[in-house]
């Protein structure tokens, strides 16, 4: 299965409902290899129950609230890295700021984002800036 423009949308929903937040300084701590697994694998390594959007042969996606503060996220795992690139390739013109391990993406707040890393690993990669799109029109 081929991921398809309904699939990108329900992301880009997503990418809506944890919001744009703004940016910060990338935390300078040791980042741990970056983890593997299942969806369900990869929720409970951070404290998460997901709840499952999409489960499909080539993403299988959830949102997540972590037990603390660390607020919501979405989780989505890849059966390709093409598929998983092409995701995220698509998703980043939505804004958002996302981790990104071997086939696996986490996507939240820049705090959100920040925290998972120290226990997930992971590239942190930025969406497009919209800021300067949101003054008076």
Known sequence: MRLTRSMLAVAAAALVLTGCGSGGDDDKAAVPETATGSLEHLAAEVGCDPTIQIDA????????????????????????????????????????????????????ETKTVTTLRATLGGDIEEGQDHTAHSGSH
């Open 57 to 108: 042969d080539e993403i299988r996606q959830a949102s997540c609230r972590k037990s603390d503060a660390d607020g919501k996220f979405i989780l989505a795992t890849f059966a390709t890295d093409r598929g998983q690139r092409e995701w995220i390739n698509g998703a980043k013109d939505y804004g958002g700021h996302y981790l990104v391990g071997r086939k696996w993406i986490a996507v939240g």
